[in-house]
């Protein structure tokens, strides 16, 4: 079928995030510094236990959008 996805293609990259962005970010509960986590493309607040989605570039920094850390 055309609509089937072809499985040797790699899914496209995350939007980047602005450097400058990740540098004066910090988490809406604790005021705490951000790690930016490349791979599940996600801002994580360690001191929060959370970690804020990032969708076409833009950091969305709200606690209810974010995933807790002991979640996979």
């Known amino acids: 079928m055309a609509d089937d996805p072809d499985p040797t293609q ?9 450097p400058r962005l990740l540098e004066i970010l910090v988490c809406p509960l604790t005021k705490q510094q951000l790690h930016y986590d490349r791979l599940r493309n996600e801002l ?9 989605p990032i969708r076409d570039g833009i950091p969305i920094m709200l606690p209810d959008e974010a995933r807790p850390l002991d979640e996979s």
């Open 10 to 18: 790699q899914p496209p990259s995350p939007a980047p995030v602005d």
């Open 44 to 52: 994580v607040s360690r001191a929060a236990g959370l970690a804020y």
